[in-house]
């Protein structure tokens, strides 16, 4: 893999989906949402610099940012879930 790639990776927290996109092993963008993220995602204009993923787009992905994007969406979810408990 060329160090320019972008790897997009799709994770599931819970209810939660993310969909981290990182170029040379850093994250460059994130998308979140429910239902539809992946369609939402394929409509815009970064898929089109996508060259690796683990759900379709570009040549297939299964390596170490797997588990960095699956710990990044936890982190947010807990954060989501702890600034709902203030209000």
């Known amino acids: 893999m060329k160090s320019g790639s972008r790897v997009a990776i799709l994770v599931k927290v819970g209810e939660l989906k993310g969909i ?20 939402e995602f394929k409509r815009g204009k970064v898929v089109k ?7 379709g787009t570009g ?3 299964d390596g170490e940012l797997v588990q960095e994007c699956q710990r990044i969406v936890e982190l947010i979810k807990e954060k989501l879930k702890k600034e709902e408990r203030k209000e």
Not at 21 to 39: D, M, P, W
Not at 49 to 55: D, G, I, L, P, W
């Open 20 to 39: 981290c996109v990182f170029r040379a092993g850093y994250l460059e963008h994130l998308f979140l949402g429910g239902e539809g993220l992946v369609e």
């Open 49 to 55: 610099e996508v060259n690796f993923s683990n759900f």
């Open 59 to 61: 040549n297939q992905y």
